[in-house]
């Protein structure tokens, strides 16, 4: 039900912006920056807000403004936690990949020359995948693998903000921008890798992930 008002909502607010920028001057902007995703529930999590994994990479955006404040934003990002660990005859591996592309209206207000507040809601879909990869070297010199992987598609949300500082009138940096980035589960079966990598099944009965992304870059 909630997943449900949200994208009501959104698509209101998205119509009513879409609608004001076609009536107005274009302008543009382009982020890119590093990104740092505090994900809940993952494998190897740290004691950040309630045990959290640590995935790091890239983050992009573009955005499309009507009447100098009001416009859309499209927002990718991508993030990676991974390690390898030398045993014996070989090595064992695994890393976790988180994908963001979402959408949605914007807000943009310059409190002075140089600082530029921002706020948005967006709407998409995030992929997580996870794999584990066991590689051996055999009495034969030979080198074996085995690989488990698993991932899945769901839809997302974004909430949050930031404050761009104006170098030239091309050029700014994005100080800091913090995204609320909530994943809902829906009620689906799952086979996950439990201790000692034996295939084990699950369950998501509509379950949402609360995850929390930071970024800062440069917006062209």
Known sequence: MIKQRCCALLAMVLFSTVCVYAQSERGYGVFLGYSNLQAQGLRNTNDFLDRRLTLNGVNGSANLFALGSFGVTGDVSWNRNGNSVGVGNGTDSEHTDVWYFMAG????????????????????????????????????????????????????????????????????????????????????????????????????????????????????
């Open 105 to 220: 209206p914007s807000l943009s207000y310059a409190v002075s020359e140089h600082f530029q507040p921002f706020a948005r809601i967006l709407a998409g879909g995030a992929r997580t995948n996870f794999k584990a990869k066991q590689e051996r070297v055999g009495t034969d010199s030979a080198t074996r693998s085995s690989t488990f992987a698993v991932g899945s598609t769901d839809f997302a949300m974004g909430f949050g903000g930031g404050l761009d500082i104006r170098v030239s009138d091309r050029l700014h940096v994005r100080a800091i921008q913090f995204d609320w980035t909530p994943v809902f589960f829906d009620s689906e079966s799952i086979t996950t890798l439990g201790t000692p990598g034996v295939l084990r099944a699950g369950f998501l009965n509509g379950k949402r992930q609360d995850n929390f992304r930071f970024s800062f870059g440069v917006v062209f």
